[in-house]
């Protein structure tokens, strides 16, 4: 009996840790910078990255999207849709950080480039709240 629910408790606990990872896999825990997410400096300084460097694959064609990004698979999200919102901030770090270098995504071919060498750690947390507000408001200007 107590073999059981010790077992019963590791199945818990383990199902618990999957979950809370968003189903993406394993990337580190980090925390959100407080307050960054509605400030509007680190919105601004975003967009300006975001236009540079990743509307050409995730922006809406009047960012500058381009057509070829539609051939992509797995297809690059414009990040508007609502259940961004809910998605891990660590999670959208780990994957603008690595790109299509990990698992599951080297596998199915995304062809995401790992930015952890060119953003800085502030630049990386600046295009996670920019996402979450363009999930929020979805995709309006903010």
């Known amino acids: 009996m107590r ?3 010790r077992a019963l408790l590791i199945l818990l606990l383990t199902l618990l840790a999957t ?3 968003d189903g993406h896999g394993n990337y580190p825990a980090r925390i959100m910078p407080a307050g960054i997410e509605h400030d509007p400096a680190t919105l601004a300084a975003a967009e300006k990255i975001f236009q540079r460097n990743c509307a050409s694959c995730h922006g809406k064609v009047d960012e500058g999207r381009s057509p070829r990004a539609d ?3 797995p297809p690059a999200p414009d990040f508007t849709e609502a259940r961004y ?3 891990d901030p660590a999670y959208l770090y780990w994957r603008i950080e690595t790109g299509k270098s990990v ?3 080297q596998s199915q071919g995304s062809v995401m480039p790992a930015w952890g060498q060119h953003f800085s750690e502030q630049q990386i947390w600046q295009l996670v709240a920019l996402l ?3 999930a929020e408001h979805g995709g309006n200007p903010l």
């Open 85 to 87: 919102r809910h998605s």
């Open 71 to 73: 051939g992509y698979y």
């Open 19 to 21: 979950a809370c990872h």
């Open 3 to 5: 073999f059981l629910r």
């Open 103 to 105: 698992e599951p995504y």
């Open 132 to 134: 979450k507000q363009r």
